[in-house]
């Protein structure tokens, strides 16, 4: 448990942490510039860079969360937190996420990680002597950990931090079916089937028959209700696994965590509206690399603090520190990681 987060006592409860940043805040304004990554199968994804072009500074990655996007408030306050400090990031987008549907049939997932080992490999080409973090939330922090595991001592990363995970998919998927949090679960099933509906017009558009059919032949997307139903119906034939089941324990990223070897944050509250307690995972299942830092409060993606005149942002402040001190560390104890 780390002491130096107090929740802001005019947002009680996780609800109101969590709709802050998307309700409330006013999104940074930033100077970006884009850049197109052009994927081995013909897709693509938008890479949006802030900060300093000079290859010494270090280098975060941003992983934004499902249905958000490099705009999301959290990828911008942390965006302009590290430019303070004099370090680049660059904020992807998921696949049709960035104002522009994707080119192919299938798109992204809690269990992306082929498409964050490409952005890694491609930043790696254009920066070999920058040190290299990358900073995933929510179902980014999922694939971020996911890749982690799946690549052990070969992660090409210097350091990493995931926030507010979803590290069992079946149990989100059930979390969010319950009470209050079913008003994101409608949200969330607005915004993904908008997603496919976005993609099934433009492939109209251009006459790509063959993409057409292949999102076609899924069915209906009307009475898409959970989780479940969107994942059985869509993700999983999409991305080839047999059912949502299938999908949610291939893609679960709890269950990759021993096999981390990249020195790594976990941040996570206990109150999470997306995250049953008992999908937290256990001291036993963490690799020597991995600080996992447990708040009582929080929500999904929220640690506001301060006033309401002066609203605080704890992520921003700690997630550039923990950075720092990884930078400051010899080789050697930085790959050989700690836990707390």
Same mark, same amino acid.
């Given at each position: 448990?780390?002491?130096?987060?107090?929740?802001?006592?005019?947002?009680?409860?996780?609800?109101?942490?969590?709709?802050?940043?998307?309700?409330?805040?006013?999104?940074?304004?930033?100077?970006?510039?884009?850049?197109?990554?052009? %994927?081995?199968?013909?897709?693509?994804?938008?890479?949006?860079?802030?900060?300093?072009?000079?290859?010494? +500074?270090?280098?975060?990655?941003?992983?934004?969360?499902?249905?958000?996007?490099?705009?999301?408030?959290?990828?911008? /306050?942390?965006?302009?937190?590290?430019?303070?400090?004099?370090?680049?990031?660059?904020?992807?987008? *998921?696949? /049709?996420?960035?104002?522009?549907?994707?080119?192919?049939?299938?798109?992204?997932?809690?269990?992306?990680?082929?498409?964050?080992?490409?952005?890694?490999?491609?930043?790696?080409?254009?920066? &070999?002597?920058?040190?290299?973090?990358?900073?995933?939330?929510?179902?980014?922090?999922?694939?971020?950990?996911?890749?982690?595991?799946?690549?052990?001592?070969?992660?090409?990363?210097?350091?990493? @931090?995931? @926030?507010?995970?979803?590290?069992?998919?079946?149990?989100?998927?059930?979390?969010?079916?319950? /009470?209050?949090?079913? #008003?994101?679960?409608?949200?969330?099933?607005?915004?993904?089937?908008?997603?496919?509906?976005?993609?099934?017009?433009?492939?109209?558009?251009?006459?790509?028959? $063959?993409?057409?059919?292949?999102?076609?032949?899924?069915?209906?997307?009307?009475?898409?209700?959970?989780? *479940?139903?969107?994942?059985?119906?869509?993700?999983?034939? %999409?991305?080839?696994? =047999?059912? +949502?089941?299938?999908?949610?324990?291939?893609?679960?990223?709890?269950?990759?965590?021993?096999? #981390?070897?990249? &020195?790594?944050? #976990?941040?996570?509250? +206990? $109150?999470? &509206?997306?995250?049953?307690?008992?999908?937290?995972?256990?001291?036993?299942?963490?690799?020597?690399?991995?600080?996992?830092?447990?708040?009582?409060? /929080?929500?999904?993606?929220?640690?506001? $603090?301060?006033?309401?005149?002066?609203?605080?942002?704890? %992520?921003?402040?700690?997630?550039?520190?923990?950075?720092?001190?990884?930078?400051?560390?010899?080789?050697?104890?930085?790959?050989? =990681?700690?836990?707390?």
């Amino acid at each position: 448990m780390n002491p130096t987060f107090k929740p802001a006592w005019w947002l009680p409860g996780p609800h109101l942490q969590t709709l802050w940043h998307s309700l409330c805040r006013k999104p940074p304004q930033l100077q970006r510039r884009r850049e197109r990554l052009w %994927l081995e199968d013909g897709d693509f994804l938008d890479l949006d860079w802030h900060g300093p072009h000079s290859a010494e +500074a270090p280098l975060v990655l941003v992983l934004h969360g499902l249905t958000g996007s490099s705009s999301s408030h959290y990828a911008l /306050g942390l965006q302009q937190a590290l430019a303070t400090r004099g370090w680049a990031s660059v904020a992807l987008n *998921w696949r /049709g996420c960035s104002g522009e549907p994707n080119l192919l049939a299938r798109g992204y997932h809690s269990g992306a990680s082929d498409d964050l080992a490409e952005t890694v490999r491609h930043l790696r080409a254009q920066r &070999p002597l920058t040190p290299l973090y990358v900073v995933g939330y929510s179902l980014g922090g999922n694939v971020l950990l996911k890749y982690l595991g799946e690549s052990g001592d070969d992660s090409q990363v210097q350091g990493a @931090v995931a @926030v507010s995970v979803p590290f069992r998919l079946d149990q989100c998927a059930d979390r969010l079916g319950l /009470g209050f949090s079913r #008003i994101y679960q409608a949200h969330f099933m607005k915004q993904m089937v908008a997603y496919v509906k976005t993609k099934q017009r433009l492939f109209a558009h251009k006459g790509m028959a $063959d993409r057409l059919s292949t999102l076609d032949q899924l069915g209906t997307l009307d009475g898409m209700r959970t989780f *479940w139903d969107f994942d059985g119906r869509i993700t999983a034939p %999409l991305h080839g696994f =047999g059912d +949502a089941q299938d999908y949610y324990t291939h893609s679960s990223s709890r269950y990759f965590l021993g096999r #981390i070897a990249t &020195p790594t944050l #976990i941040i996570q509250a +206990a $109150d999470d &509206p997306f995250v049953f307690r008992h999908s937290l995972p256990e001291p036993a299942e963490l690799s020597p690399s991995i600080e996992f830092e447990l708040h009582t409060h /929080g929500g999904h993606v929220g640690f506001i $603090d301060g006033s309401l005149r002066k609203p605080g942002y704890y %992520l921003e402040r700690r997630i550039p520190l923990w950075l720092a001190e990884q930078t400051a560390k010899p080789l050697w104890v930085s790959r050989a =990681g700690n836990r707390s």
